[in-house]
């Protein structure tokens, strides 16, 4: 019979173990998002001889910071499918950059949204002239047939050559995505055809590396781990330890009635010693009582 207990308890612990580590596998993980995955849907360099393949800035943005109202309440409803990601180049010469901004939304709906609302800012005179920008002229994009292409220029105090640069602006949409391309430059050799071309190749690995894009990736808490192996482990073990568990209880428990019963022997003793002491009668005191009762018969 003790055999078999032992083997029921056995087989009791393995099987916890085995629940526990199933139970790890499937609630063990959370999702996080990931900004730096965003980097795989921007190209890792402009691929124009007149600017550096590094770029001087790479960063991921929180959707709450954008300029659109579209990207802001996108990244409130759906937090773990909206994201921005921006890059840019410096030119050779270093009079020019360029770079890219990504919007990555829910939906091909809301990332038309947000293409549209750029367009719109970048089309009207009040919006411009905030941004000191004046529009000189539009242009089409080979191979990105709706795409938004505009020369601009830009007041500046400044007499550098950098006051008469030119600014091209590109905007495109890529199933989730918005883009927003922005080359600045003095270089004659920089016009709107190296603009457009860049976009283009910025839209082709976007119609290869959002399909299927997750901003999120599950991650595994190394507290959550020690928690799921304290927890399955003192359950097993504790079920292994049953038999020493109650060797354990049932040793106190005597050793409790032991002392309960030492504890009333000394009591039952104490109390017949007192009751034996008033009882005896000290032999002067008898002598006196004798001596009393002499005298007066």
Do not use: C
């Not at 990931?34 to 991921?60: C, H, N």
């Not at 910025?202 to 991650?219: I, N, S």
């Not at 928690?227 to 292994?240: E, H, K, N, S």
Request: no cysteine; aromatic share 8%.
């Amino acid at each position: 019979m003790r055999s078999m207990s032992a083997r029921v308890r056995l087989l009791s612990a393995v099987a916890i173990v085995v629940l526990g580590a199933v139970g790890y596998a499937l609630f063990g993980s959370v999702t996080a998002i990931d900004g730096d995955r965003m980097a795989r849907l921007v190209l890792s360099s402009p691929r124009i001889a007149q600017f550096k393949s590094q770029p001087f800035e790479s960063t991921f943005e929180p959707p709450t910071g954008s300029g659109s109202s579209v990207v802001r309440r996108a990244g409130t409803s759906s937090p773990t499918e909206t994201g921005i990601y921006q890059v840019a180049w410096r030119g050779r010469s270093k009079t020019s950059e360029t770079g890219f901004v990504v919007e990555l939304l829910p939906s091909s709906a809301l990332a038309r949204s947000a293409r549209n609302q750029l367009v719109y800012q970048y089309s009207n005179p009040k919006k411009l002239t905030a941004e000191t920008l004046t529009l000189t002229g539009k242009f089409t994009v080979a191979g990105l047939p709706d795409a938004f292409g505009a020369t601009y220029t830009q007041k500046s105090s400044s007499t550098s050559s950098a006051s008469s640069s030119k600014i091209y602006i590109v905007l495109f949409q890529v199933n989730r995505v918005a883009a927003f391309e922005l080359t600045e430059s003095s270089d004659s050799a920089i016009n709107e055809h190296v603009a457009g071309s860049t976009a283009v190749s910025e839209a082709r690995l976007l119609g290869q590396a959002e399909p299927g894009f997750v901003l999120t990736h599950e991650v595994r808490p190394v507290l959550r781990a020690v928690l799921f192996a304290l927890v399955t482990l003192g359950l097993a073990g504790g079920i292994l330890a049953v038999p020493r568990i109650r060797q354990f209880m049932t040793q106190r428990r005597e050793r409790q009635e032991e002392r309960t019963r030492l504890r009333a022997q000394r009591h039952v003793r104490s109390r017949g010693s007192k009751v034996m002491q008033r009882q005896r009668v000290p032999y002067w005191q008898q002598r006196q009582t004798t001596g009393r009762r002499r005298s007066g018969g």
